[in-house]
């Protein structure tokens, strides 16, 4: 859905009436607005919903064991485990064909170009480096003490993916 159309603006006109007018409560709208930015991204491409879903679930676990770990050593693994995933999966929809583009240029300077590898029909989700920076900030928040996890994961689930964002 583009951020300029008509549908776009019809959609954004619906969520503010139906959040304003009919959630009057603020747990209500917030729920109102994951599913509005959840649907958002459906309309753009399904895979991408599954992907910020498990991704926020993600996030929203790991986030609670850094701050409940004990010992230092635990909180670092499950820290760095985190970025792993994020700055992973940041990699793996950005930069895989500019990888696979350059592994096939060396194989084709070591003269090994049977080997070279075929490019990745893939696009990257719209705002991931935004998606994933927000994140991993809140990762280091969490690490270094500065924040308390949210309690709610409902409200956790709104900070990265609310769709006026992007």
Known sequence: MNLFSFEYQLFVIFLFIICFYFAKKKSKRIIVLIIASYVFYFLWNEFFLFFLVLSTIINYY????IFKSESGTTKKKYFISLLIINIGTLLFFKYTNFIIENINILLTVLEL?????????????IGISFYTFQVITYSFDIYWGFLKPCGS??????????????
């Open 62 to 65: 790991f986030a609670k064991l």
């Open 113 to 125: 170009k049977k080997l070279t590898l075929q490019k990745i029909n893939i696009s990257s989700p």
């Open 153 to 166: 994961f409902f409200k956790f689930s709104l900070f990265p993916v609310f769709f006026r964002k992007f």
